[in-house]
């Protein structure tokens, strides 16, 4: 069974920075892309970043301030955001799958990021 964990999420303040994490498990962590997306109050659930084995891939509006990574070895993905804007408010949920194929697989409960003053 496939299970994904996120954590890491709090609340900040604008400029401020938060890792998250998500912990893997039901599957082979390293033979798949992954996908970080979140859904901010009232609006859709929005792809953010994807990683395949090395590559990377953003959202136009946290390109520069976010990052994407993977440790295959803790079978763990992780988004660091950086200099956050208070638009960055949403709950993130951690995704299998790439940019292209994402909608609808199995994803975690999700973390929620709360940027504000």
């Known amino acids: 069974e496939v299970r994904l964990v996120e954590s890491g999420g709090a609340l900040v303040q604008p400029g401020g920075s938060l890792t998250l994490s998500c912990a893997a498990s039901?599957?082979?962590?390293?033979?798949?892309?992954m996908t970080w997306a979140r859904q901010a109050p009232g609006k859709e659930l929005e792809w953010v970043s994807s990683i395949g084995q090395t590559s990377t891939y953003y959202v136009d509006s946290v390109k520069g301030r976010f990052s994407i990574s993977r440790d295959n070895d803790k079978n763990t993905l992780y988004l660091q955001l950086n200099n956050l804007k208070t638009e960055d408010t949403a709950i993130y949920y951690c995704?299998?799958?790439?940019?292209?194929?994402?909608?609808?697989?199995?994803r975690g409960q999700g973390t929620q990021v709360t940027v504000s003053s």
């Open positions: 039901g599957f082979t962590f390293s033979a798949y892309d």
């Open positions: 995704v299998l799958g790439n940019q292209f194929n994402w909608r609808g697989n199995a």
